[in-house]
């Protein structure tokens, strides 16, 4: 099994900037695919960015805002400035490849970002 598990999320005015963090652990292999998803109280979960091989993709919403980054070997990152109210929501990191008996597609707990207007 491959275990996700997110920080740096919290509370912070519009405007402001946010770095979060997402560390995997297990027997990974190789890595695939690495991003980030959030999910506003009563819409569905959403792309945020997207980061395979190098490449990164992000929602037209957050284009020019957030940046995603593989900052160690199993360890995805998405820095947020000029957050704004509508960036509230669950944040939640999602990593997928391959352990040495199984491919995985692993999803994080979720971590809680908030904007203030």
């Known amino acids: 099994q491959v275990h996700l598990v997110e920080s740096g999320g919290g509370l912070v005015q519009a405007g402001g900037s946010l770095r979060l963090s997402c560390a995997a652990s297990?027997?990974?292999?190789?890595?695939?695919?690495m991003g980030w998803y959030r999910q506003a109280p009563g819409k569905q979960r959403e792309l945020v960015a997207t980061i395979i091989s190098g490449d990164t993709n992000y929602a037209d919403a957050v284009k020019g805002r957030f940046t995603i980054s593989r900052d160690a070997k199993n360890t995805v990152a998405l820095q947020m400035n000029n957050l704004q109210p509508e960036d509230t929501a669950v944040y939640y990191c999602n990593i997928n490849g391959q352990t040495a008996s199984a491919r995985y597609d692993s999803w994080g707990p979720g971590i809680q970002v908030t904007v203030s207007s």
């Open positions: 297990g027997n990974i292999i190789t890595i695939n695919a």
